[in-house]
């Protein structure tokens, strides 16, 4: 399917690794131009130039915390417009509640909410105007089964969802969408060092860990970050325009509701 992205302009943040970068490179293969996000500017360089060669579609390379202002400007004049908004930042670490300072809480709500608040603010206008855009946030699926010791993830991302859905019904009319995918367990990195905490605290193998975790999931294994990249990039493209306002729950079955 030709998803209409050839010519168009998309910030992914966040995507140097993981599923940020998974998204990044299905948007890049469809064609869009790829502005990319990362703190380590090494390991960013590194993703974009693997993308430009998998892809040859323009990537471009930009540095730094996505919570900082001037790194949001830079993302945004990086590229003649916005037309592509994927939101993706790392969560606060796992911890008891009780743990949760009020710093802790603010700098967590700060990264998983206010800052893609900030990015769309930055980009719908335009979006508004050429009517057309496409924003997807990339929250979690604890947003939905809640998990203990993600409470700030889970609320900081809630929040985001709560904020932009009634956004997203404001600027429908013009062609631009605003949804959110809310991962489960996919292979990456994050995955794997949680597995390694787990299994030095319980004196096992991480592998063991590993199909632990697996065999709790009704498809039987943790997702493929490129099955990620590949919805997102659906919901960015040009066939996605009567989606909008919806959390979509990509996790091989685990959460267990009907809603």
Known sequence: MDLGLKGRFAVVTASSAGLGYACAAQLAAAGA????????????????????????????????????????????????????????????PFRDFREVDRDALLAGVT??????????????DGMIERRFGRIVN??????????????????????????????ARDVAHANVTI??????????????????REAADRGIA??????????????????????FGAACAFLCSQQAGYITGQSLLIDGGAYPGIL
Request: hydrophobic fraction near 45%.
């Open 33 to 92: 131009t790829v502005v990319m996000n990362g703190r380590d500017a090494a390991t960013l360089g590194k993703a974009a130039e693997q993308l430009r060669r998998e892809t040859g579609s323009e990537v471009i390379a930009v540095p730094g915390d996505v919570s900082d202002a001037a790194v949001q400007q830079a993302l945004v004049d990086a590229v003649p417009q916005v037309d592509i908004l994927v939101n993706n930042n790392g969560g606060p």
């Open 111 to 124: 990264a998983n909410m206010a800052t893609p608040i900030e990015l769309v603010q930055r980009v719908i």
């Open 138 to 167: 990339i929250t979690s699926f604890s947003v939905k089964m809640p998990i203990a010791g993600l409470d700030l993830s889970s609320g900081a991302r809630a929040g985001l969802t709560g904020f932009l859905a009634g956004v």
């Open 179 to 196: 949804n959110f995918m809310m991962p489960g367990y996919f292979a990456t990195g994050r995955l794997r060092s949680l597995h390694a």
């Open 206 to 227: 991480a592998e063991t860990v590993s199909a632990e975790g697996a065999e709790k999931i009704p498809a039987g294994r943790f997702g493929d970050p490129a099955e």
